[in-house]
């Protein structure tokens, strides 16, 4: 199990920034307490197969004797989803057309702004426009992420014991304004993977901040071959404002997470270590599905502007709390 654990504390690690602790915390699950004893090896098996896309018959049949334990031994925490592959084929025979543009490099259909959602390309009707670069201004250029280049800002994260499980990170290495569309560079190291921070990035246009998952990720999205995004967050919020649902896809995995029922839903201070902030909380259901389990979480995650996550904390269906990650420090380097 190391190639697992070190895939997926990397993941851990990188998801925690946009927080996508579904696509972790099912995982982590799935292979945690009783339901370890009995789906390990499966979902070794499983992983390494997805990863080498040659997923055969072999996994076929564990995946039936697996979802007969998993049935019998958890306690409801681990849903099984044997019928995934017949059930996507017949989602897909039955998908209606969509409005919108096609992007020609990721092939996300009904995009309707200026830049694709799940990857930030332009559209390409568009592509005559000239794409001036302008100053970055702050304030009127403000987002839902830190802008300031040179600041590191430090998270850690704690499991339902408040036993701290990860610390880590990043660096804002640039920032540009250019057709409207304003992009942040930072740079994060992956413990257990490479020695080497990768560049990674988040962007706004149109009064939307994205982070779609393969720029977020770096190196690593493009080897785990991740597409689509985590919730759009609007650069003018209000209470109450419900959000588009959405969904990221690990293929190498296996793996998809569909955020839903995304809502803004307050507005406060809240203080974490690294300070008080000034914060608006975001909720949404995120069911995360890999090879033949599945598991659901919520998640209440407050966010600020020019600062980005401050704090998240995810629970199981149940509402047990599953793990808390907070902002614990802040600091200028240049």
């Known amino acids: 199990m190391k190639k697992i654990t ?9 998801c925690s920034i946009a927080d996508a602790q579904g696509i972790l915390r ?7 307490g009783a339901v370890r004893r009995s789906t390990e090896r499966a979902v070794d098996n499983a992983i390494d197969r997805a990863v080498d896309k040659a997923v055969d018959k072999a996994v076929d049949k564990a995946m039936e004797e697996i979802s007969k334990e998993v049935s019998e031994n958890s306690e409801g925490e681990v849903e099984v989803e044997a019928e995934r592959p017949a059930k996507q084929e017949t989602a897909k025979a039955e998908e209606p057309a969509v409005d919108g543009w096609t992007c020609p490099k990721c092939g996300a259909k009904g995009q309707k702004g200026r830049y ?12 005559a426009e000239e794409d001036a670069e302008e100053p970055f201004k702050p304030g009127l250029h403000s987002t839902w992420f830190c802008n300031d ?15 701290s499980s990860n610390v880590y990170d990043y660096e804002i290495v640039a920032r540009e304004r250019k057709g409207g569309k304003t992009t942040i560079k930072f740079e994060m190291a992956i413990p257990g993977l490479s020695s080497d921070p990768m560049e990674c990035s988040v962007w706004s246009a149109d009064g939307w901040f994205h982070t779609d998952a393969k720029t977020l990720m770096g190196q690593l999205g493009d080897d785990l071959d991740v597409s689509g995004h985590a919730p759009i967050m609007p650069e003018n919020p209000s209470v109450g404002m419900k959000l588009s649902d959405c969904t990221v896809t690990l293929r190498n995995l296996g793996t998809t997470a569909d955020y839903s029922d995304v809502r803004l839903t307050k507005h406060e201070k809240i203080s974490v270590p690294a300070g008080t902030f000034d914060a ?3 909720e949404y259901t995120t069911v995360t599905k890999m090879a033949f389990l ?4 919520t998640s209440e995650q407050w966010m600020a502007k020019d600062v980005g996550v401050v704090k998240t904390v995810t629970k199981d269906r149940k509402g047990k709390v599953q793990s808390i990650v907070e902002l614990v420090k802040i600091e200028k380097t240049k």
């Not at 070190?6 to 990188?14: F, Q």
């Not at 280049?149 to 036993?163: N, P």
């Not at 599945?294 to 979480?297: A, F, G, Q, S, Y």
């Open 149 to 163: 280049v040179g600041t590191v800002l430090s998270y850690e994260t704690t499991d339902a014991e408040g036993k």
């Open 294 to 297: 599945k598991t659901t979480t």
């Open 26 to 32: 099912g995982i982590g699950r799935s292979v945690g």
């Open 280 to 282: 608006w909380c975001l």
């Open 116 to 127: 694709c959602e799940d990857c930030g390309t332009k559209d390409p009707a568009l592509a």
């Open 6 to 14: 070190t895939i997926i504390l990397s993941l851990l690690l990188v």
